[in-house]
T-cell receptor
Framework: GESVGLHLPTLSVQEGDNSIINCAYS??????FIWYKQESGKGPQFIID?????DKRQGQRVTVLLNKTVKHLSLQIAATQPGDSAVYFC???????????FGTGTSLTVIP | ETGVTQSPTHLIKTRGQQVTLRCSSQ?????VSWYQQALGQGPQFIFQ???????GRGNFPPRFSGLQFPNYSSELNVNALELDDSALYLC???????????FGSGTRLTVV
């Protein structure tokens, strides 16, 4: 499969601080990227996505940045809250949506 | 409530047996995909179905097969189970042309 990896397997942040989760991907032909959040015992939950022709997209408290030059993706969470504690995955979409690859994940812990 | 329901939630099978996992997709979602998630890893793409035909496949052997039905339900079948098949199996559905999958909570399969 394709290689989608994360730089840091764990991240701890203080409540109220901003969090940055990074992801490297290997296929320059990827069409689309998605960040998912997975809480214990649940399936992944969609957070935000970005097309390959964009370099930034903002949602509610979250921003995704895409740097195609270095094949790097990041998720920024503003004012991190305890409810943000989960494992975060980036996913790479290829072949017009017919192939879908997740990274290993980063475990985010928010310290109250 | 994600709109994607998987059954059973947990299952124990013996090596060499066959297993069928079931998924009821969100109404109107004509594309379904299945993933294998080992403990501490990201979901691995198994395959995708659109209008009852497989249109994308990850790096899994042919003993992993699927079916999609007109009523938005689908199945994952695994033959000749191996110990390494023990994992959480996730089903996800979406509208064709949209990339935001909705995931179920998964079936935890243990092969002994």
């Amino acid at each position: 499969g394709e290689s989608v990896g994360l730089h840091l397997p764990t991240l701890s942040v203080q409540e109220g601080d901003n969090s940055i989760i990074n992801c490297a991907y290997s296929n320059s032909a990827s069409d689309y990227f998605i960040w998912y959040k997975q809480e214990s015992g649940k399936g992944p939950q969609f957070i935000i996505d970005i097309r390959s022709n964009m370099d930034k997209r903002q949602g509610q408290r979250v921003t995704v940045l895409l740097n195609k030059t270095v094949k790097h993706l990041s998720l920024q969470i503003a004012a991190t809250q305890p409810g943000d504690s989960a494992v975060y995955f980036c996913a790479e979409v290829l072949n017009t949506g017919n192939q879908f690859y997740f990274g290993t994940g980063t475990s985010l812990t928010v310290i109250p | 409530e994600t709109g994607v329901t998987q059954s059973p939630t947990h299952l124990i099978k013996t090596r060499g047996q066959q297993v069928t996992l079931r998924c009821s997709s969100q109404s109107g979602h004509n594309t379904v995909s299945w993933y294998q998630q080992a403990l501490g890893q990201g979901p691995q793409f198994i395959f995708q179905y659109y209008r009852e035909e497989e249109n994308g496949r990850g790096n899994f052997p042919p003993r992993f097969s699927g079916l999609q039905f007109p009523n938005y339900s689908s199945e994952l079948n695994v033959n000749a189970l191996e110990l390494d098949d023990s994992a959480l199996y996730l089903c996800a559905s979406r509208l064709q042309g949209r990339y935001g999958y909705t995931f179920g909570s998964g079936t935890r399969l243990t092969v002994v």
